[in-house]
């Protein structure tokens, strides 16, 4: 991945897209130690305990990080996402790049038809029947991404979320539904790039029950 990565050109920027995507950034650190790390603050703060700091935070301070990229990449921080997820548009190649948004290629399910006995995916196959239902958001989103988004679940967030944070993430969807100059989707749960129709098809059948945008208006009103 080094060698593939140094042929590409300089590494100034290691970025942390989401809460939950940290274990990689001490090693990448490592490798290139001069890069600077961004971070959400929750990821910070689980970076600083394996001993990794963190030089810009885009929960605190997007307006740098923004600046910091911006010869790039445009931001786009999700309002109220539990995730903390940074959603990176390269400017260049029209490449939008996301991180827990995506967990599918095509609709139906997490793991294509035509490859689900395989093998060597018995981990996704394992992954898919613990964490995704067929009666919510059309089986290609965790079940456990509802309830982080419901303050009354009961599920551990930090910092809490907030009354409307439903609301302010569906809006953020939406925008990003809209975003203008995207040729292609790629994102940390998918083998492959997506065209700009499939993600926004996904995306859709994905988060339709956070706004009003929901593509199946009755899959939306039983999950609300």
């Known amino acids: 991945c080094k060698e593939w990565l140094d042929k590409l050109g300089r590494v100034d920027f ?8 940290t274990s990689f950034v001490k090693s990448a650190k490592a490798a290139y130690p001069g890069a600077k790390v961004i971070a959400s603050l929750p ?70 038809k035509d490859k689900a006995r395989e093998p060597e995916l018995w981990m996704g196959r394992m992954f898919s029947k613990v964490n995704f ?25 930090a910092p809490p979320l907030e009354k409307d944070a439903r609301t302010n993430f569906g809006k953020a969807i939406k925008d990003l539904l809209r975003t203008p100059g995207v040729k292609r989707v790629c994102s940390a749960h998918l083998p492959k790039v997506l065209e700009p129709e499939m993600a926004r098809q996904l995306l859709l059948i994905s988060w339709g029950w956070t706004c009003e945008e929901a593509i199946a208006g009755k899959q939306a009103d039983h999950l609300v």
């Open 133 to 157: 239902a067929p009666d919510f958001a059309g089986g290609i989103l965790p079940v456990y991404r509802h309830a982080m988004l419901d303050p009354k679940s009961g599920f551990p967030i």
């Open 14 to 21: 290691i970025v942390s897209p989401s809460a939950s995507h």
């Open 43 to 112: 990821a910070s703060i689980k970076l600083g305990k394996a001993a990794v700091s963190t030089d810009l935070d885009y929960t605190t301070s997007l307006q740098d990080v923004s600046a910091a990229l911006a010869a790039d990449f445009e931001c786009f921080p999700l309002t109220s996402d539990p995730q903390h997820e940074l959603v990176l548009l390269h400017k260049a190649s029209g490449t939008l790049c996301v991180c827990d948004l995506l967990y599918a290629t095509e609709p139906g399910g997490v793991l294509p």
